[in-house]
């Protein structure tokens, strides 16, 4: 069975950090590529970054670039994100998933039909 569970987040100010972690089971985790997708209120679920299998690259989404990294441990079917410089406009639900990255195409996005959605781990950023 599936399971998904992503935690570390949390209610910080503007300007401070947070490093949110998935922990994984039931799922090939060192074969898959792996990202990290957002979601507030009323609006699509959005792709934050991808990495790959090996973890040797890597995708931002625009609004993220230079203040996120995205990681993994293999070993420990994790996947991370350190957030830094936090803004009140990444306040969101944070969930991870198996993603589709295709670094020669610059696109990262959900596996298609996946349903093994976790919780979530809400990251709230005050201004």
């Known amino acids: 069975q599936v399971q998904v569970v992503e935690s570390g987040g949390g209610l910080v100010q503007a300007g401070e950090s947070l490093r949110l972690s998935c922990t994984t089971s039931?799922?090939?985790?060192?074969?898959?590529?792996m990202g990290w997708f957002r979601q507030t209120p009323g609006k699509e679920r959005e792709v934050v970054s991808c990495?790959?299998?090996?973890?040797?690259?890597?995708y931002y989404e625009d609004s993220v670039k230079g203040r996120f990294t995205i990681s993994r441990d293999n070993a420990k079917s994790t996947l991370y994100l350190q957030m830094s410089s936090l803004k009140p406009e990444d306040t969101a639900m944070y969930y991870c998933a198996p993603a589709t990255y295709l670094p020669s195409r610059g696109y990262c996005g959900p596996v298609a039909g996946w349903r093994y959605w976790g919780q979530g781990t809400q990251v709230t950023v005050s201004s």
């Open positions: 990495i790959s299998e090996s973890g040797g690259s890597a």
């Open positions: 039931g799922l090939t985790f060192a074969i898959r590529n």
